[in-house]
């Protein structure tokens, strides 16, 4: 089983930045996609950002130009880091893990961008 472990959510101005961390532990054997995913009230959850095992990365168009995806193979961890925060940015962000064995979940972290 891979577990993931995410933490850097919070409470921000807008204007200000976050950096979310999402560890994979377990029985590894291939990591392929990691990504960001969010979710707000009443909402679905949408894609924010992914990046192949490659180094290739794809961004929603809202996150384009503020966010940056990057993850650390040798720590088997998928970093956002996000710039500008906006009030519509707020939402539990949640990072997946495509693997040899499927793909898993983490449990969400709250990020709140308000005044």
């Known amino acids: 089983q891979v577990q993931l472990v995410e933490s850097g959510g919070g409470l921000v101005q807008p204007g200000g930045s976050l950096r979310l961390s999402c560890a994979a532990s377990?029985?590894?054997?291939?990591?392929?996609?990691m990504g960001w995913y969010r979710q707000a009230p009443g909402k679905q959850r949408e894609l924010v950002a992914t990046i192949t095992s490659g180094g290739s990365t794809n961004y929603a168009i809202s996150v384009k130009a503020r966010f940056t995806i990057s993850r650390d193979n040798a720590k088997n961890t998928v970093y956002l880091q996000m710039n500008s925060l906006k009030p519509e940015d707020t939402a539990v962000y949640y990072c997946?893990?495509?693997?040899?064995?499927?793909?898993?979940w983490g449990q969400g972290t709250q990020v709140t961008v308000s005044s």
């Open positions: 997946k893990v495509v693997h040899a064995r499927g793909s898993s």
């Open positions: 377990g029985t590894i054997f291939s990591i392929y996609n």
